[in-house]
């Protein structure tokens, strides 16, 4: 298989503080992007002028689109519209590639070329620097991939095993690596969605897959910072995910088994999380409001289980 050319999307909205330290962590790559792509989306501070300085010292590898602010789906919908890689990866401006993150996956997909995406384990790190965790062991699919590569780097996840993937995955976008093809046959992120976008794209990404590349070491970082939408306002944030969770739900019908139950399982997950923030919040009225629907939705024990949990505060 010949070499995957890597095209690089940055969607911004008033990143002028950190989007330099994103693009810097990409060209200093070890295995060279075929490109790297800036969607600013409507930033009204120094975004364009910082980024405006880094084109300059990189005029043949680097790009930068503007556009009036539509969101982040948006923003990574026309950076990938415009790239001319075959193969690509997401960057948020608030976090950063580690050097190998394209070599990694690029040296996958070339002594695996059956690989439909890979994604890969990446640090949570605090403002400062320091390291809280990394995803794949916080997470149960994480925690199985890391048991079935039995110490390897790589590993692959079959259709098969794509129920807790689905349902808690543990790989970001930023580690996420798809072919421009697939991702144009998808959809691309779905728009109209505060939170959750990301998700939504995944589960429709993985109805599709059978065969995926997991690298089961970090390879790139992301920040947790008070500015973030759910620290900000957890409650709203919870009600957005609800909100888009019930599109994915709907559907969900269509897809493989495995893919369905594990939508599923985040929905229940969902409305569950929801009704304990509701409860924080001092409503418990609007609690069992976000859980009852899941009587419905999945009748059983488990549900019947979560909302006496609901009534007992």
């Known amino acids: 298989m010949s070499a995957p050319r890597f095209s690089v999307v940055i969607p911004v909205y008033n990143g002028a503080a950190f989007v330099g330290r994103a693009i810097e962590s990409v060209l200093a790559q070890t295995w060279s992007a075929h490109e790297i792509i800036v969607v600013d989306d409507g930033s009204t501070d120094a975004t364009a002028a910082v980024v405006a300085e880094h084109v300059a010292r990189h005029p043949g590898q680097l790009r930068y689109l503007h556009q009036a602010n539509a969101g982040v789906s948006a923003a990574r919908n026309a950076g990938a519209q415009a790239a001319t890689g075959n193969w690509l990866a997401f960057l948020d401006a608030d976090d950063w590639f580690y050097p190998d993150r394209l070599e990694t996956h690029a040296r996958f997909i070339i002594d ?107 390879l790139a970082a992301y920040l947790i910072h008070d500015a973030s939408a759910t620290r900000r306002n957890p409650l709203q944030a919870q009600i957005d995910n609800v909100r888009t969770l019930e599109h994915i739900y709907a559907e969900s019908a269509q897809y493989p088994a495995p893919v369905r139950k594990g939508v599923q399982c985040r929905m229940a997950s969902g409305r569950l999380n929801l009704a304990y923030a509701q409860l924080r919040a001092g409503s418990k009225r609007a609690a069992l409001s976000a859980v009852l629907p899941l009587l419905h939705e999945q009748p059983g024990f488990a549900s019947i289980r979560a909302l006496v949990s609901v009534l007992r505060g």
Do not use: W
């Open 112 to 218: 695996d070329p059956a690989l439909d995406f890979l994604t890969a384990d990446y640090d949570y790190l605090r403002p400062d620097g320091s390291r809280i965790s990394g995803s794949m062991e916080l997470h149960e699919a994480g925690r199985a991939m890391l048991a079935k590569a039995a110490g390897n780097i790589r590993t692959v996840m079959t259709a098969a095993e794509l129920e807790p993937f689905v349902a808690d995955h543990f790989g970001d976008t930023h580690t996420l690596s798809v072919p421009h093809d697939t991702f144009l046959q998808v959809g691309g992120y779905p728009t109209g969605y505060r939170v959750c976008e990301d998700v939504f794209f995944l589960v429709r990404l993985c109805a599709r897959s059978h065969r995926i590349g997991v690298i089961c070491k970090p």
